[in-house]
């Protein structure tokens, strides 16, 4: 027997820089500098955007990456399968609403 799966909000998700964030990562192919993030989702502070970012982390969404370039370290954040699934998932839930 199949089963059947519900799509559902993901309570991580509805904060707006977080589901910003999720987004840009899924349009940019997984995986994007923490500049490009902070332009794509309306400029906010780097503190704000680092604490959704740990937030994201910490719920297993995001991966952080450093890259050294010389002598410039540049912090990337990379979409998880998993939360590729979960904006998927709240994504559809979105759908539904319509």
Do not use: Y
Not at 23 to 45: F, K, N, Y
Not at 63 to 84: A, P, W
Request: proline residues 3%.
């Amino acid at each position: 027997m199949r089963q059947l799966t519900i799509p559902h909000f993901d309570k991580t998700l509805l904060q707006p820089i977080r589901l910003a964030t999720v987004a840009h990562l899924v349009r940019c192919g997984g995986e994007a500098s923490l500049a490009e993030i902070r332009a794509a989702v309306g400029g906010p502070s780097h503190s704000l955007l680092w604490a959704h970012n740990q937030v994201l982390e910490n719920a297993g969404f995001v991966e952080t990456q450093k890259n050294i370039f010389g002598h410039q370290v540049q912090t990337s954040l990379v979409l998880t399968d998993l939360g590729r699934r979960a904006f998927a998932s709240h994504q559809a839930a979105l759908d539904l609403r319509q």
